[in-house]
């Protein structure tokens, strides 16, 4: 506990001093490849499903990665994104910066995107973001607001269409809330993804950074992921390279109406997170 305490005053330390570069809208605001910021409707209370979108996902597999992108501060970040979407359908990045470096990187890419702007520091959106090959259609934001630091953390729902099928892939990218005195807190952002979650009939994945860093977050996760009525499964990493905080995983990846085919913890120096990648496949009987 007094490594917590050291790094979470100096974190309250830097905080105070960044405070005048770093501003909070009032409103859950969303920002898209589309260069639409939407203020409506993100809530995740009520869905407006885009239908009949040329490109979906392929209706028998597709490769997912999580990672915290650590803010793109460390060199070859880059690189490292380019490789990991040269494999992959999508990519949720937690701790992304809407950087001038970031929109060049999705443009000559030509990635569709949904991002949730949890706050704004010299005027560049940060937050999570989730990458795709193929557009969203529909996406909702969620914040919860960091108790001590009072600076928000994001959740973003997606919603991805399904190649000759009538459901969807509900993709939900977390940034958990980091330094509470408990986990009440920590336990109500949770809960406001589980409540969407809870309304989707088709496959999902739930996957981020869950900064459970003590068992006692690890009890409150695994307890809403066993929920029956969710029901998600854990995707196993059998790695010795895995980044640990005091012992504890941070980052995972959950899933539902999906079978996983591969899963490993790609290492890299461009982060204080290593990519989690997982290649899924959808299960027949739950596209029906």
């Not at 960091?146 to 977390?174: G, M, R």
């Not at 504890?248 to 085919?261: C, N, P």
Request: proline fraction near 3%; glycine fraction near 4%.
């Amino acid at each position: 506990m007094p490594k917590i305490s050291l790094k979470l005053s100096l974190i309250l330390l830097l905080t105070f001093l960044t405070s005048s570069c770093l501003s909070v809208s009032d409103q859950d605001l969303l920002l898209s490849s589309s260069r639409e910021i939407r203020t409506g409707n993100t809530s995740c209370t009520e869905q407006i499903i885009i239908s009949g979108l040329e490109k979906t996902l392929n209706n028998t597999e597709f490769t997912l990665v999580s990672w915290n992108i650590y803010k793109q501060n460390k060199e070859g970040w880059d690189q490292d994104l380019l490789s990991l979407s040269k494999t992959s359908d999508l990519i949720l990045l937690q701790e992304a910066y809407l950087t001038q470096g970031l929109k060049e990187f999705l443009q000559t890419n030509n990635h569709d995107w949904d991002m949730v702007s949890a706050f704004r520091y010299h005027d560049i959106h940060a937050g999570v973001m989730t990458v795709g090959k193929v557009p969203s259609q529909a996406s909702c934001a969620q914040r919860t607001t960091e108790p001590l630091l009072f600076i928000p953390k994001s959740s973003l729902i997606t919603y991805y269409p399904i190649s000759n099928t009538e459901h969807s892939l509900l993709v939900a990218n977390i940034h958990a809330i980091n330094f509470t005195l408990g986990i009440e807190k920590y336990n109500e952002q949770l809960q406001k993804v589980k409540t969407v979650l809870t309304r989707h009939q088709g496959p999902i994945v739930f996957a981020g950074d869950f900064n459970t860093w003590s068992d006692q977050r690890e009890v409150a996760l695994d307890q809403l992921i066993g929920a029956e009525e969710l029901g998600l499964l854990k995707v196993e990493f059998v790695s010795d390279v895995a980044m640990l905080a005091w012992g504890h995983r941070l980052d995972h990846v959950f899933f539902r109406g999906l079978k996983v085919i591969n899963a490993e913890i790609i290492p890299v120096d461009s982060s204080d997170h290593y990519p989690l990648k997982v290649q899924f496949e959808f299960i027949k009987e739950t596209l029906n």
